[in-house]
């Protein structure tokens, strides 16, 4: 196959690639992949198993901004290509949470995480279309590719979102983009409740109004951003606090920003508790909220109330977290502090995922999930 | 024999119009929509509920019978092309819509429907199905993701793969499992993202969750003519550059044109190549961009543009370059559609190579295509009863998928592999990708009982 066509052939040959897969093939007990750490649940590893430092899979491989695609080493800084995409005016719609923190690329990727920003266009799953990686005999597998559409073959890129590090070592991956709005606007909207939250975010949520974020924080407050042409941005924005109706204030230029750079670092997440992302539907969200607050649990939920983003409070056992998640029928990852497994509520994928996860590490070189 | 065994679990579980064995009634079964492939399947269930489907394929995972589930059989690579020694799960029954949740935007199906039809459930509850394969008004879901189908409007909306939240699948030993949720967010491994795309190798879908979007407030659709088919692509290159975002952006050729307007007429200007590019969303939005686009357009020096925001209008422009694969047996006897992905900024690079490939090879070949996605759809023409013809039109089908991979590009962008290009696949792809994903394969069904020889070749033993 040309080299035009393999996410990151470059890494082939690449000795670090090599150093790794030595590691892998000569480790005694199973290994955890940890790039910056942002995500410390994620990245510690259990007793019995070692941190594998992946740092030096660092670096923007190709971009090419009329192509609207780009492949970079796993823990390439998201805050690196962040900035050079805006350098085209081109950016990342899903948004990747502690940007500034350093996250990496193939932390986000493996995390299966996404940002507020991706209410409108589409989570990681939906932007990534090539994938390298070693499996857990260190043989280094490709998969999907560099152009926007493509089936021919198992979706692995796909696939490997979520897989926390725990079912192959992520290499490179490759990355559709989208053309950056040239401004934006946030309405900060005080509803009545939760219930008028939900009310207001269903009716926008079928509406033809097309908002990046949808953000739902309890108990009184709705923010919906607004992106694209500078020129008719107002009126949009007009129209929006017109629909909603309810009392609205309008942040712009730095102060717009500066919330959703909040939102997507997380900064209201106190010290001491366990960050957890709940998938969830609005439809749960009442039920959901309920539980958490008798826990005394911080949340804001995301994504016109498809994620909800938990703070866990230290004194009560993450396994009452799991019961509540249970009962619901809701999948949680902890992300930040705690301990114990990182997936909670109940397990997912039945027998194809044992069936599956087999294939990738024959050799427990991995972390159980 | 095995085949026996099961023919006769199968008439005890079923009533006798529902299972069929005369070769005259399984003829109608015997390929899909890439007729080329025929195989007269053992037996045909027509399954009428989603515990038939599970009992069926456990019976034939005891008789280790291999199976192929069929929606529509619109499968452009043979994808339900049934299997030698095997039977053909006919799905079109379970076409229920189980529910239409309009304040969680989702709705649940069972796999055989129509995909048409799930949006025109939602349209009055202003919402829609994204995913648009030209096949629309008779392919089923199940189909769309067993092959992760896309359509024209995938280019700002997502392939299938971006719509499915969950899934009520069958595995091939009979075991049912739930990938996936009715939330947008995931938690663990996307298991869900492998089995879209699959083919129909990891199991049969029997319910799909998918996800609706609101129908957009305005839709604004501009015809551009251009004197070359290079001309049309490098204007695309321009319009994607362009910092637009456009929902839908598609090329015809002077061919494409013809069949279109020898079958339903859509009034098409006379030209080479002509664009369609579409942009829809809020009005004040759309009504900016498309000014801004008729500057990138004007730029490109098109023969002649026009622009509609009429739905009647924009309907018949669509069908005009929906119904050119099937129009183009208007303009010969038979024709393989090609379906192959380029670097979207190698797009005039591509045509002007599939222009040079056909004259020298003396065949003809219409070009309509997702031009957005880099997404080219040659349909290449000839005639059976010539000797030599069909090899003629498979040599150049295969020069095109080639210069599709070496210019950065994939062998499929949504029709796949099927029965089709398992040797392409094989013969482009790196040889510990193709046995990792035949693992995958063998991990989930050893007995290789579901759709055996799509996409990947059986195993000697199998």
């Known amino acids: ?369 | 024999m095995p085949v026996d065994r099961l023919l006769d679990q199968l008439r005890r579980m079923l009533p006798r119009d529902r299972l069929l064995i005369e070769a005259a009634a399984c003829a109608a079964f015997s390929c899909d929509a890439l007729t080329s492939f025929q195989v007269l399947p053992e037996a045909v269930v027509l399954a009428d509920s989603t515990e038939e489907v599970v009992a069926v394929v456990a019976a034939c995972h005891d008789e280790r019978v291999p199976f192929v589930a069929r929606g529509s059989g619109t499968s452009l690579s043979g994808g339900s092309l049934p299997i030698e020694g095997g039977i053909v799960i006919a799905m079109n029954r379970l076409n229920r819509i189980v529910h239409i949740d309009p304040e969680q935007r989702v709705a649940t199906v069972e796999a055989g429907i129509i995909n048409s039809r799930i949006s025109e459930a939602a349209r009055p509850q202003g919402l829609f199905f994204a995913p648009d394969p030209s096949s629309e008004s008779v392919c089923s879901v199940g189909g769309n993701v067993a092959f992760n189908s896309g359509g024209a409007h995938c280019l700002k909306h997502g392939m299938t793969s971006s719509h499915v939240l969950e899934l009520k699948v069958v595995l091939p030993d009979g075991e049912l499992v739930t990938l996936g949720g009715e939330s947008l967010e995931g938690a663990g491994p996307n298991w869900l993202g492998l089995f879209v795309g699959s083919e129909g190798l990891l199991g049969v879908a029997l319910e799909v969750t998918v996800r609706l979007l609101p129908l957009p407030e305005t839709t604004h659709t501009v015809l551009a003519a251009y004197p070359s088919l290079e001309a049309a692509g490098d204007a695309v290159t321009q319009i994607v550059g362009s910092g637009l975002l456009p929902v839908a952006i598609e090329i015809m050729d002077a061919l494409a044109i013809q069949a279109a307007e020898a079958s339903v007429k859509p009034g098409y200007p006379d030209a080479p190549a002509l664009a369609i590019v579409e942009l829809e969303g809020e009005r004040e939005v759309v009504e900016a961009d498309a000014e801004a686009l008729d500057v990138v357009i004007a730029a490109s020096e098109p023969l002649e543009v026009r622009s509609t925001t009429d739905s009647a209008e924009r309907a018949l422009i669509w069908q005009g370059r929906k119904s050119a694969f099937s129009a183009v047996g208007w303009l010969a006897p038979d024709y393989i559609v090609q379906d192959g992905v380029v670097p979207r900024t190698r797009l005039a690079e591509a045509l002007a190579e599939v222009v040079a490939l056909s004259a020298s090879r003396g065949v003809r070949v219409a070009n309509v295509f997702h031009a957005g996605d880099g997404n080219l759809h040659p349909l290449i023409l000839f005639d059976g009863a010539e000797p030599g013809a069909l090899e003629r039109a498979e040599a150049t089908a295969g020069d095109i998928l080639r210069m599709c991979v070496r210019l950065g590009g994939s062998i499929t962008g949504e029709h796949g592999i099927g029965v089709e290009k398992r040797d392409y696949l094989e013969e482009l792809t790196a040889t510990e990708d193709l046995a990792l994903m035949r693992r995958i394969r063998l991990a989930v069904d050893p007995h290789e009982l579901a759709n055996r020889g799509k996409m990947l070749a059986p195993q000697p033993a199998a």
């Open chain 1, 1 to 369: 196959m040309s080299s035009a066509t393999r996410p990151g052939d470059v890494v082939g040959t690449d000795d670090r690639v090599a150093a790794l897969a030595q590691t892998l093939r000569d480790s005694p007990g199973p290994l955890l992949p940890r790039a910056a750490g942002t995500k410390d649940a994620l990245s510690t590893p259990p007793a019995g198993a070692s941190p594998l430092d992946v740092r030096a899979l660092n670096g923007v491989i190709d971009y090419d901004p009329a192509e609207l695609t780009f492949t970079a080493m796993a823990a390439t800084p998201v805050r690196e290509i962040v900035e050079l995409l805006a350098a085209q005016r081109q950016y990342l719609p899903f948004d990747p949470p502690w940007a500034d923190a350093g996250a990496s690329l193939g932390g986000t990727v493996a995390a299966g995480v996404s940002g507020p920003g991706s209410y409108r266009h589409g989570g990681v799953r939906d932007f990534i279309l090539g994938v390298r990686l070693l499996d857990g005999s260190g043989r280094l597998i490709s998969g999907g590719g560099k152009v926007v559409k493509n089936a021919a073959g198992f979706d692995l890129p796909k696939l490997m979102v979520g897989t926390l590090g725990r079912m192959g070592i992520l290499i490179s991956m490759s990355f559709k983009v989208f053309p950056l709005p040239e401004a934006w606007t946030t309405l900060r909207v005080k509803t009545e409740g939760l219930t008028d939250s939900l009310t207001i975010a269903t009716r926008l949520a079928r509406s033809s109004f097309e908002l990046e974020t949808l953000d739902l924080d309890p108990p009184r407050e709705l923010w919906l951003r607004l992106g694209g042409r500078a020129a008719v941005l107002a009126r949009r924005a007009d129209r929006l606090a017109r629909f909603v109706d309810r009392p609205t204030e309008q942040l712009t230029g730095s102060d717009d920003v500066r919330r959703w750079q909040e939102a997507r670092e997380l900064t209201w997440v106190g010290p001491g508790s366990a960050l957890v992302r709940v998938a969830t539907t609005p439809g749960k969200l009442t039920a959901l909220d309920a539980a958490l607050a008798a826990a005394g649990a911080q949340r804001r939920y995301s994504r016109g109330g498809n994620a909800a983003w938990l703070a866990w409070p230290e004194a009560h056992p993450l396994t009452r977290l799991d019961q509540i998640l249970k009962e619901l029928r809701l999948a949680g990852t902890r992300l930040r502090g705690g301990d114990g497994p990182p997936l909670l509520g109940p397990p997912q994928g039945g027998a194809f995922a044992a069936r599956v996860r087999a294939v990738f590490d024959p050799h427990d070189r991995f972390v159980e999930i």
